[in-house]
C-alpha cells in the first residue's frame, strides 16, 4: 500500500512538469516540446470459410459463433427442421489500422490506435454490401520511470476510448472470430482504463466502463439505455501477477448496475417514474504459463448477469408487488471457463476447451413461488415460463450447460497463414417444470429460480473451418 501511495503521489508531481519541460531541453512553442510523431499501418486480408451441420446462433456473416440452437419439431414430431447444415465463405472480417506513438512531453508519452473492419452494412446476417465499421478508437497517456520506495520503478499507463473490455482482452488459443466465446467474454467498448505497474511483477488495474455495441438484457431488449438511465458507469478492478519465467496471473472484478425500466404503474394505475436498479458483481481468474513454442492459458468466470460481455446469462424479475410500481431484480449466476494451449510456430497445432454451466437464481423469480400467481396452467399443473426473466439474446434462457472442444491446426509461411479448426460446440437444453417444492428434497424446484430441469436434452454442432490470411 505505501508503495502504492508513493507512486501516485510522484504521478502528482510529475505531471506539472511533464506539461512544461521538453525531455531535451527544448520547446516548439504550439506543441509544448512535441520530439517526434511516428506511425504504423497495419491490417491484414482474412476469409473464412465454414460449414456448419446444424443451425445455429451466429453473427457477423455468421461467422461469429455462438451455440447451436434448440430443438424445432415439426407437426409431427417427425423431423427436427434445425437439424440443417449450411456453409459460407466472407472476406469481410478484413481489417484496416493504424498505431500512433513516439508522441513525448517531458516524462509524459501520448499515443492512439484506431481499428476497423468491415462487418457494417449487412442485412439478414448475410446479405448486403460490407461497409467500414469502428473496431478500436482511443488514445493512450503513459509516465514511466517513477520512483517506486528507495530502489523501485513505477509506470501508469491510461487508455481512453473505445478498446477491449478488461475481462475480454486475455483470448484462448482459436483462429475463430469469436475468440471462445460465450466461453469467454467478449466486448470492445468505450471505457477510461488505468494500469499501474508496480515494479516488475505487480499491475494494479481499475476502469469505468460504459457500454455500445455489447449490451445488457431487459424488459425493451438489448439496450444501452439501462445503464444510461442508471447513471453509473460500470466498474473494473484488477490485480496481475507476472514472473521473467513465463507465468502470469491475473485476478478481477467487473461491478454492473443498471436500471431495467424508468416508468411503471403504481396501484392506482397511473404512470409514475420507478426506482428499478440490479447491481451485480462478477469475479474472474485468469493463468498463462509460456516457455519458448509452448504456451497454456485458462480461465474462469463466475458471471451474475453477464450478458453485457456476451457470457450466456442475464437477470429475471422478483417482485412486481410494490404500491409505487417498483420491481425488485435477482441476476442469474453462471460459471463459464476454458483452458488452451498453443505449440509451434511454422506449423501451429492449438486446443481449447471450454464448459458453461448456469445455476439459475439464488431465490425464485416473481410468478415462480406459491405466493403468486403461476405464470402458466396446464392440466391443473402451474408451470414456470421464461417471461420474467431476461437473457442474452444470442442464447436462451432454456439453457442448461454448454461445452465446447476445438483443436486446430495452422501453417504460417512468413506473413501468410493458412488454419483448419474443427469446432465442436454441444448445448443441453430444457423446459421448465412445475412451480411449487420438491417434496424429497423439502425445497423449491430449480424452475423456480430460472434454471431448467425438465426435458434435458443435447443438441451439438460440428463447424468445419478454414482460414486464409495475409497479414501486411
Not at 159 to 169: D, L, V, Y
Not at 232 to 250: D, I
Not at 292 to 309: L, N, P, Q, S
Not at 405 to 429: D, H
Amino acid at each position: 500500500m505505501k508503495k502504492l501511495i508513493a507512486a501516485l503521489a510522484a504521478i502528482l508531481t510529475v505531471l506539472p512538469l511533464a506539461a512544461s519541460v521538453p525531455s531535451d531541453g527544448k520547446s516548439d512553442g504550439a506543441a509544448g516540446g512535441e520530439l517526434r510523431n511516428h506511425f504504423k499501418f497495419y491490417g491484414f486480408v482474412r476469409n473464412f470459410f465454414a460449414f456448419d451441420t446444424r443451425e445455429s446462433v451466429a453473427g457477423t456473416g455468421d461467422l461469429f459463433y455462438y451455440l447451436p440452437k434448440d430443438r424445432l419439431m415439426n407437426e409431427d414430431g417427425s423431423q427436427d427442421l434445425n437439424a440443417q447444415s449450411s456453409f459460407r465463405f466472407l472476406a469481410l472480417t478484413s481489417r484496416l489500422g493504424v498505431d500512433v506513438y513516439g508522441y513525448r512531453i517531458g516524462c509524459t508519452s501520448f499515443g492512439a490506435k484506431v481499428e476497423t473492419d468491415f462487418y457494417a452494412g449487412l442485412t439478414n446476417k448475410i446479405n448486403g454490401t460490407a461497409q467500414l465499421r469502428l473496431r478500436q478508437a482511443y488514445m493512450t497517456i503513459g509516465w514511466d520511470g517513477l520512483r517506486l520506495g528507495k530502489e523501485g520503478k513505477a509506470a501508469v499507463d491510461m487508455k481512453i476510448g473505445q478498446a477491449w473490455h478488461p475481462m475480454a482482452a486475455d483470448q484462448p488459443h482459436v483462429l475463430a472470430l469469436e475468440t471462445g466465446t460465450p466461453f469467454n467474454p467478449f466486448s470492445r467498448t468505450p471505457l477510461v482504463q488505468m494500469d499501474a505497474s508496480l515494479g516488475d511483477h505487480f499491475v494494479i488495474s481499475a476502469a469505468a466502463i460504459w457500454q455500445m455495441q455489447y449490451l445488457s438484457a431487459g424488459p425493451d431488449g438489448a439496450s444501452a439505455e439501462y445503464i444510461k438511465y442508471a447513471c453509473t458507469p460500470e466498474g473494473y478492478v484488477g490485480l496481475t501477477y507476472r514472473t521473467k519465467g513465463g507465468f502470469l496471473g491475473r485476478i478481477g472484478l467487473d461491478i454492473l448496475s443498471i436500471k431495467p425500466r424508468r416508468t411503471g404503474l403504481n396501484n392506482d394505475l397511473v404512470t409514475v417514474r420507478v426506482s428499478d436498479r440490479i447491481t451485480t458483481m462478477s469475479p474472474y481468474i485468469y493463468l498463462q504459463y509460456k516457455k519458448g513454442k509452448f504456451e497454456a492459458k485458462a480461465k474462469t468466470v463466475y458471471g451474475a448477469a453477464g450478458e453485457h460481455i456476451n457470457l450466456m446469462s442475464g437477470y429475471g424479475i422478483s417482485s412486481k408487488s410494490s404500491p409505487d410500481g417498483h420491481r425488485e431484480y435477482y441476476p442469474l449466476h453462471s460459471s463459464s471457463s476454458w483452458f488452451s494451449f498453443s505449440y509451434g510456430k511454422k506449423w501451429q497445432v492449438m486446443l481449447m476447451a471450454g464448459y458453461v454451466k448456469n445455476f439459475g437464481t439464488r431465490d425464485p423469480l416473481f410468478g415462480n413461488k406459491g405466493a403468486f400467481a403461476p405464470d402458466v396452467m396446464v392440466n391443473g399443473k402451474e408451470y414456470v415460463s421464461a417471461d420474467n426473466i431476461y437473457f442474452n439474446a444470442n442464447g436462451s434462457p432454456n439453457l442448461n450447460d454448454l461445452w465446447r472442444v476445438v483443436p486446430t491446426v495452422a501453417y504460417n509461411f512468413g506473413k501468410f497463414t493458412i488454419a483448419m479448426e474443427w469446432n465442436v460446440t454441444s448445448a443441453r437444453y430444457g423446459e421448465y417444470g412445475a412451480a411449487g417444492t420438491d417434496e424429497d428434497a423439502g425445497m423449491l424446484v430449480d424452475a423456480s429460480t430460472g434454471l431448467v430441469r425438465d426435458n434435458l436434452h443435447w443438441v451439438t454442432n460440428h463447424r468445419l473451418q478454414m482460414m486464409v490470411r495475409f497479414t501486411f
